[in-house]
């Protein structure tokens, strides 16, 4: 069994600063591949302990691109490397000497990859500095938080989330490797590019997904609150425990036995609400009182024997109120982590809440490899997110995270040319191959099943699709989500797909 790692030998030139870039790289690194990550001779722009988690798995060097010998350095990397990176503004890079498109010309087998702020073809935006902060006031998603902060007067508010960063560095990666796909069968490279403001807007499209005619079922309480609040003048000045009683009783915290909370989050779908009233001991009880379940819940409303069901989302004001206080009296019979046992134990989504602290420093994060320990040259001792990708038989070898190493230029480019030499890449006169087809995606051939539901699996297969990939949705005959997930959701999840 070959116990390296999926990119052990690809060179990658990491000329990013702050999140997405170094993320990215990050992300390549942690799959074996020989990072240089280069700062400038100020050092990094952003001086924390989290951008020595970024730069984890690297040779980092200091060079001056504002110098002759320091741009010839980089260029001389940048010929030995399979992938280059960068998350400046447009046309920031190629400023400083560092052309993609020469680069690629002289090689084709080239990856390039800017993440800018904003798309290099918007010409109001893309000379901002696009900050974390800049990009999701301009994006809004400051704005558009949800409906507890409308109701709470909070709107616009900020949020220390890197969401679009997160988005973007998840988007680049994925591109990346990609393209390394298409290169292995075409013999050529490619420049992709993934600004922050678009990734953050795919991100949060689920969000955003506005229906003209919607059915009033799919109207939340809080929706319906603010719609009464508006028409009547009434300032948006819910408190925070008064919100609670706005939420759908399957996707709210409940406090425990222990003073802790407990979060339920398994709407829309019908085994997992049935599982935690079961669970609860009040599903016969409920069902006692009149709770409707409906067995097709993509009829018409009018055809149900009900005017509500298990297993959709939201419920109407009067059940969710019952189901709440029902889900509050045994919620405080125990403690947050003997919820969590019997939530997990019985496939029901829901956990305790917990700090960071708490998360970070578990048995669980610790023994599984989703926290890992370093020893950074500034730092010292320092607890890091494990890798963001797992290989089946390889998780072991995954998991030897090691701290960035500062190193010099001979040993960087020393490292390049050692790849280069035991993968015979040819150092120069690199033959041309012939001119991809405009019509043929990266994925073009590829063949895939969807199995997958709700949000992420759908996204990832459509994204597929999005290079050419063939994907077949297979859905089940009888559905288990509502239609809120089944159809609203699929305006975005399924695009380009084919059903069965």
């Known amino acids: 069994m070959n116990n390296e790692l999926p990119l052990a030998g690809v060179n990658v030139v990491d000329f990013g600063q702050y999140i997405a870039g170094p993320a990215v790289a990050m992300i390549l690194a942690d799959m074996g591949a020989t990072v240089v990550h280069i700062d400038p001779p100020s050092g990094p722009l952003w001086k924390d302990p989290a951008n020595a988690t970024l730069n984890r798995n690297k040779l980092c060097l200091t060079l001056d691109l504002k110098s002759d010998t320091g741009r010839e350095r980089a260029l001389l990397l940048c010929a030995e490397a399979d992938i280059i990176i960068e998350n400046f503004r447009p046309g920031k890079l190629q400023s400083l000497g560092i052309d993609f498109a020469s680069l690629r010309k002289n090689d084709p087998r080239l990856i390039t990859l800017s993440i800018p702020g904003f798309a290099s073809n ?21 704005t558009d938080m949800g409906f507890n902060r409308v109701l709470m007067g909070l709107n616009p508010s900020f949020s220390p989330l890197s969401l679009g960063s997160a988005y973007a560095t998840t988007l680049a990666a994925s591109s990346v490797a990609l393209a390394m796909f298409s290169r292995e069968k075409t013999g050529l490279g490619d420049h992709i590019e993934v600004p922050v403001a678009a990734a953050l807007m795919e991100g949060l499209s689920y969000n ?8 009033e079922r799919y109207l939340t309480m809080r929706e319906k ?41 398994c709407p829309s779908h019908r085994n997992h609400a ?36 298990i297993g959709v989302y939201p419920l109407p004001e009067k059940w969710a109120g019952v189901i709440s206080e029902k889900m509050k009296r045994e919620f405080v019979k125990r403690t947050s ?22 998360w970070v420093n578990s048995e669980h994060c610790n023994d599984s490899g989703l926290v890992v320990g370093i020893n ?15 290989f089946e038989h390889q998780a072991e070898k995954t998991t030897e995270v090691r701290a960035r190493q500062h ?26 191959p012939a001119a991809r087809d405009p019509n043929l995606g990266w994925l073009s051939g590829v063949r895939i099943l969807d199995l997958t539901n709700v949000i992420a699996g759908p996204h990832s297969a459509a994204f597929l699709a999005r290079f050419g990939a063939e994907v077949i949705k297979l859905d089940p005959t009888k559905p288990m989500y509502d239609p809120l997930i089944g159809v609203l959701f699929s305006i975005q999840s399924n695009i380009a797909k084919k059903a069965c």
């Open 122 to 142: 918007d010409t109001l935006r893309r000379e901002w500095k696009a900050t974390e902060s800049i990009i999701a006031a301009t994006s809004g998603a400051f």
């Open 208 to 215: 955003s997904v506005v229906v003209e005619g919607l059915p």
């Open 225 to 265: 609150e603010i719609i009464h609040r508006r028409s009547t003048n009434q300032p948006m000045d819910v408190s925070y425990d008064a919100l609670q009683e706005y939420l759908d009783p399957f996707y709210r915290t409940y406090q425990c036995k222990d003073g802790r909370y407990f979060y339920v989050v």
């Open 274 to 309: 049935k599982r935690c009233l079961r669970l609860m001991g009040i599903y016969d009880e409920l069902l006692a009182e009149g709770l409707p379940d409906v067995d097709d819940l993509y009829l018409p409303i009018q055809e149900w024997n009900g005017e509500t069901s």
């Open 337 to 358: 982590d003997e919820w969590g046992q019997l939530f997990g134990i019985n496939g029901i989504p829901g956990a305790p809440h917990r700090t960071t602290k708490e």
């Open 376 to 390: 950074d040259p500034e730092f010292g001792e320092m607890r890091v997110p494990g890798p963001l990708v797992w």
């Open 407 to 432: 190193v010099s230029y001979t040993d960087a480019i020393a490292s390049f040319c050692l790849n280069n030499q035991q993968k015979n890449r040819p150092q120069s006169d690199v033959s041309i």
